[in-house]
């Protein structure tokens, strides 16, 4: 099989260096000619683990090529995917599907024979069928099948969660677009992957009820964090005891500062805006949203307070930028509120985080950037914990309180051990723990 993937990001690098590893023959193609020349000479744009070696072993073996020619990607494909960007659009929350309808439409005119035009993009429900009538009036005389293929993979886990998925979904409106699907998926019959085939409709929908439903836990969870913070509770067991219960499940049970990254913030606007204008408004994403957004802007405040009331010309050892463990994405991280609020109060922050690429680009020119999580607590009056490296969690108590001047510790993912934390003395905070 053969296939070209539009879009060279993070969704189409990942799918692409996957699918080739699965046997099928894949083509990337991208508009930016220095991305597609980085990646021709090996080079990655992005931090996944793992992403490097496979797209080094893909293309050593000839699977997988890169070029920012449509039509030579297109040339004898079973299947054209569509990862580019939806970004959300300036102004009023909907998705942003101008690169979508503009692929599609190239794609369409590019195609020499019958082929499947595939939506791995995030796309409101009722895009696909835009997608059709894209695709009919550039080739009414086309054999082009429109197909809906969302993805749910996690940044840090990626090609893990492509390799072994807890199911494939695809939207499709014929036999023959569900044939050639199923086929580039068949090495995931043998761990026996639920595949759930659907109309376009339900397809698009099912990636954003589930990304929004996994907003909304996490919301609910760090709600019930701060009335346990009230109430003398413990949320970490609290989740435990709910967690156990089959029908609600452990994951997604972390409170924290609140959710970020490429896709909740994004898609739970998005799903929010089309529900209203369709007039079914799903009011629990909608307040989830504004609940997300509230808990981000008081997390600053957790740290002043901690110190008494003013950070004005103290220092703080920041721990962790990035949205996530295990990424260098800064995209809507909890950080890009909590740091400025922090040097607008006058605090003198060192940040440390082990992929700080993006985050040097969009924080504070004047942010000092510590070259490690020691140097960045050394002498500091006070530490806050923003995102749970792993490293970060062989900093005993005994290694902080030799290296800080000061006793405050503002965890804001539960790290530490809260006893353990107290008997080295420190003033110790966390998220729904006494
Ligand atoms: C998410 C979805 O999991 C994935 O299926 C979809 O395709 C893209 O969006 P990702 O954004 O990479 O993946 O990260 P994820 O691990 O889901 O975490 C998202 C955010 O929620 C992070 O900010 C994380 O810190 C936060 N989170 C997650 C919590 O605060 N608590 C939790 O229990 C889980």
């Known amino acids: 099989m053969r296939i070209a993937m539009l879009g060279a990001g993070y969704v189409g690098l990942v799918s692409g260096a996957c699918f080739a590893e699965f046997g099928v023959d894949v083509c990337i193609v991208d508009t930016d000619p220095a991305k597609i020349e980085a990646l021709k000479q090996g080079r990655i744009p992005i931090y996944e683990p793992g992403l490097d070696r496979l797209v080094e072993e893909n293309a050593r073996d000839g699977r997988l090529t890169f070029t920012t020619e449509l039509k030579e990607a297109m040339r004898g494909a079973d299947a054209v995917f569509l990862a580019v960007g939806t970004p959300t659009r300036r102004g009023d929350g909907h998705a942003d599907l101008t690169y979508v309808f503009a692929a599609a439409e190239q794609v369409a ?16 429900v009722g895009t696909g069928r ?16 429109v197909a809906s293929n969302p993805e749910f993979l996690r940044e840090g886990s990626a090609i893990g969660d492509f390799m072994r998925p807890d199911r494939v979904v695809i939207g499709v409106e014929s036999e023959r677009a569900a044939a050639v699907l199923k086929r580039l998926y068949r090495p995931l019959y043998l761990i026996e992957t639920p595949v759930v085939q659907t109309s376009l409709e339900t397809a698009e929908l099912i990636k954003y009820a589930a990304n929004a439903f996994l907003a909304v836990k996490i919301t609910f969870i760090n709600q019930m964090a701060d009335l346990c913070e009230k109430a003398g ?17 452990r994951k997604f049970l972390h409170a924290g500062p609140g959710y970020g990254g490429s896709c909740f913030p994004k898609d739970t606007l998005a799903l929010a805006r089309t529900a209203q204008e369709l007039g079914a408004p799903v009011t629990i994403v909608e307040q989830t949203i504004t609940a997300n957004d509230t ?27 990035t949205f996530k463990p295990e990424t260098d994405d800064m995209r809507d991280a909890p950080s890009l509120v909590i740091v400025p609020a922090l040097i607008a109060a006058g605090a ?13 680009q969009v924080l504070p020119a004047d942010l000092h950037f510590a070259s490690s999580a020691m140097d960045a607590v050394q002498g500091a009056d006070a530490v806050m914990l923003i995102t749970e490296w792993n490293e970060f969690r062989a900093l005993s108590p005994e290694k902080l309180r ?33």
């Not at 970490?236 to 609600?248: E, F, N």
């Not at 802007?297 to 950070?311: F, N, T």
């Not at 000061?406 to 934390?421: E, F, H, I, S, T």
């Open 402 to 434: 030799a290296a800080m001047k000061g006793k405050v510790v503002c965890d804001l993912r539960n790290v530490w051990d809260p006893a353990q934390m107290r008997e080295a003395g420190f003033s110790y905070s966390s998220i729904g723990r006494p």
């Open 348 to 360: 003198k922050l060192r940040a440390y985080d082990p992929q700080p690429g993006h985050a040097r």
């Open 109 to 124: 005119k590019a195609a020499e024979g019958p082929l499947v035009l595939v939506t791995k993009s995030t796309v409101p």
């Open 233 to 249: 509770a413990n949320v970490h067991d609290v989740a435990r005891g709910m967690g156990l219960d089959g029908r609600i499940g």
């Open 295 to 321: 808990r981000k802007e008081q997390m600053a405040q957790r740290v002043i307070d901690a110190l008494g009331g003013s950070v004005a010309g103290k220092t703080i050892g920041i721990l962790g930028l």
């Open 130 to 145: 835009k997608i059709e009538e894209i695709v009919r009036n550039a080739r009414p005389d086309g054999q082009i099948e």
